[in-house]
Each structure stands twice: as structure tokens, then as C-alpha cells.
């Protein structure tokens, strides 16, 4: 069942989007920095929870845009 997205909604979603996505890179760029393997991976694998945050959101986005809003 699509639910009706506002306005609001929508600035919401974009700023934590853009979080979500921004943080991801950033703990990549950080993973690729690091210098001791245990602290590269657990960068790693919290920049690929964040990226799936961001997933969820734009499926979510997708799954409840109206008919012709993608």
C-alpha cells in the first residue's frame, strides 16, 4: 500500500539521504586510509551499513512515489 509523501516528507528524506550516502563515502575513503587491517575493515563495514541505509530510503522513496514520479 503506497503511502502519500509531502513536501516535508520528502526535504526530510533528501537530508537524510544525503547523510546517509555522504557518510558511507567517507568511511570508504577512511577505510582505504587506514593503516592497521582491523580498523580499515570495521570502516569498511560501516560504510556499507550506511550505504544500505540509503538503499532502504530510495526503495522506500521508490515503492511510494506516485505514478509517474520516478
Known amino acids: 500500500m503506497k503511502k502519500e509523501i509531502t513536501t516535508k516528507d520528502l526535504m526530510a528524506l533528501n537530508e537524510l539521504m544525503t547523510f546517509e550516502n555522504w557518510l558511507a563515502v567517507k568511511l570508504k575513503n577512511y577505510s582505504l586510509m587506514a593503516v592497521e ?28 512515489a506516485q505514478e509517474g514520479g520516478k
Do not use: D, I, P, R
Not at 39 to 58: D, I, P, R, S, W
Open 37 to 64: 587491517k582491523s580498523t580499515a575493515n570495521l570502516f569498511k563495514t560501516m560504510a556499507q551499513v550506511h550505504y544500505g541505509n540509503h538503499e532502504k530510503l530510495l526503495s522506500y522513496l521508490e515503492s511510494n
